[in-house]
Nanobody, 120 residues
Framework: QVHLEESGGGLVQAGGSLRLSCAASESIVSINYMRWYRQAPGKQRELVATFPSSGSTNYQESVKGRFTISRDNAKKTVHLQMNSLKPEDTAVYYC???????WGVGRTFWGQGTQVTVSS
């Protein structure tokens, strides 16, 4: 079952922009925080940005000022606007949600990932 559906990845030249989106299915009935992670070839998965249920958003230092995470609670979606992209941003980007399923059980959910490739 697909709990999170991602879209928006692709190939872009350095300096360009992409907007990633992640939509939660009906199987996720409530959401605490939403995050984006990424994993470059040969590297560990790393946290990029967090949109908490309350408080401020958080970003990895390398993307501050270039990436913006936003959230639509009514639509249960999270977006990642990525501007001024660099080749080192090339990775598979994953949506991550902490919430509750239809049985009220708290758990985490991962998206299947979307490829972002930035050419120099």
């Amino acid at each position: 079952q697909v709990h999170l559906e991602e879209s928006g990845g692709g190939l872009v030249q350095a300096g360009g922009s992409l907007r990633l989106s992640c939509a939660a299915s009906e199987s996720i009935v409530s959401i605490n925080y939403m995050r984006w992670y990424r994993q470059a070839p040969g590297k560990q998965r790393e946290l990029v940005a967090t949109f908490p249920s309350s408080g401020s958003t958080n970003y990895q230092e390398s993307v501050k000022g270039r990436f913006t995470i936003s959230r639509d609670n009514a639509k249960k979606t999270v977006h990642l606007q990525m501007n001024s992209l660099k080749p080192e941003d090339t990775a598979v980007y994953y949506c991550y949600v902490k919430g509750r399923n239809i049985w009220g059980v708290g758990r985490t959910f991962w998206g299947q990932g979307t490829q972002v490739t930035v050419s120099s």
